[in-house]
C-alpha cells in the first residue's frame, strides 16, 4: 500500500466515523432546542449557538455541504439575537424551528 | 530554539474533529511535528516549553478567541516575532487586513482540503520566514 493510499484510507476511516456521531450531533442540537422553548435562558442560547457553529464547521469539512449551509443559515440568525431575555418573541422561536427542520432535513 | 526550516506547529482548535483530519494533513502529509491545544489557555500554558517555529490559530473559539490567544502569545518574548496563520470560515478582504496588522503571516479559509493545508502553512511561514 502506497503512503497516499494509506492517508486516504485515514481520511475514509475519519470521514466514517464523524458521519455516525452526526445523529447524536443533531439531536444535541435539537434537545437544547426543546429546553430554550420552555425556558429561554442565556446560557442554553450560547450552548445551542456554539454547537450549531460547531455543527457548521466540521460538516463542511467532512463534505456535508448542504448541512453546513443550513447550519450557517441558523447560526447567522442565532448571532443577531439580542442578549436579553425580553427580546425573545413567538415569531423568533418559528423562524429558529423553520430553520433547524432544514437542517434536520438536509443531513 | 529557531530552525531553519518550518518543523514545530502549536495548532489550536476546539473543534476534534476539525483537529483530527489536520493531524492527518500536517503530520502524514506534512511531516511536522505538532502540539494540538484545544483552547486559548492551553496553548499559552505549552507555548514556550514547546518553542514552535509556527502558531496556527482557529479565529473564532469559545472562551478566548484566536485574536485574544494570538495577543497573549505574542507577549511571550520568544514568540514575539513567531509567524502565525489563522483559520476562519469567513474571510473578508478587510478582516485579513485587520490580521496583517498583527503579524499574521496569512489566513486559511475553512473548510480547508487536508491534501493541501500543509503546503499552504508551509507557504506562509517560508514567506514570513524570509521577511525576517
New interface residues.
Given amino acids: 500500500m502506497s ?1 497516499n493510499d ?2 486516504q484510507d ?2 475514509l476511516a ?1 470521514h466514517a466515523a ?1 458521519t455516525k ?1 452526526l445523529p447524536d450531533k443533531i439531536g444535541h442540537i435539537e434537545s437544547l432546542w426543546q429546553t430554550l422553548q420552555s425556558n429561554w435562558e442565556q446560557n442554553v442560547l450560547d450552548d445551542f449557538h ?1 454547537e450549531v ?2 455543527l ?3 460538516s ?3 463534505g456535508y455541504h448542504l448541512l ?1 449551509a443550513a447550519a450557517r443559515e441558523l447560526e447567522i440568525y442565532l448571532k443577531d439575537i439580542p442578549n436579553n431575555k425580553t427580546a425573545h418573541t413567538a415569531e423568533m422561536d418559528k423562524h429558529i424551528s423553520q430553520l433547524l427542520e432544514k437542517l434536520v432535513t438536509a443531513r | 530554539m529557531e530552525h531553519t526550516q518550518l518543523k514545530k506547529i502549536l495548532y489550536v482548535e ?2 476534534s ?2 483537529r ?2 489536520a493531524q ?1 494533513a500536517l503530520e ?2 506534512g511531516g511536522f511535528i505538532v502540539k494540538y491545544c484545544s483552547r486559548g489557555e492551553e496553548a499559552i500554558m505549552s507555548a514556550e516549553e514547546f518553542q514552535p517555529d509556527l502558531l496556527l490559530l482557529d479565529v ?1 473559539m ?1 472562551g478566548m478567541d484566536g485574536m485574544t490567544t494570538l495577543q497573549k502569545l505574542r507577549e511571550i518574548p520568544a514568540l514575539k516575532n513567531t509567524p502565525a496563520v489563522f483559520m476562519t ?1 469567513k474571510i473578508q478582504a478587510h478582516e485579513i487586513e485587520g490580521y496583517r496588522e498583527f503579524g499574521v503571516a496569512g489566513v486559511i479559509e ?3 482540503d ?1 491534501m493541501l493545508l500543509a503546503g499552504t502553512v508551509k507557504k506562509y511561514w517560508q514567506v514570513a520566514y524570509e521577511r525576517k
Fill in positions: 503512503e494509506n492517508i485515514k481520511l475519519l464523524y456521531t456554539r457553529h460547531s457548521c464547521g466540521s463542511a469539512l467532512y453546513s | 476546539d473543534e474533529d476539525i483530527a483530519v492527518i502524514d502529509i473564532m469559545p470560515a475553512k473548510p480547508f487536508p
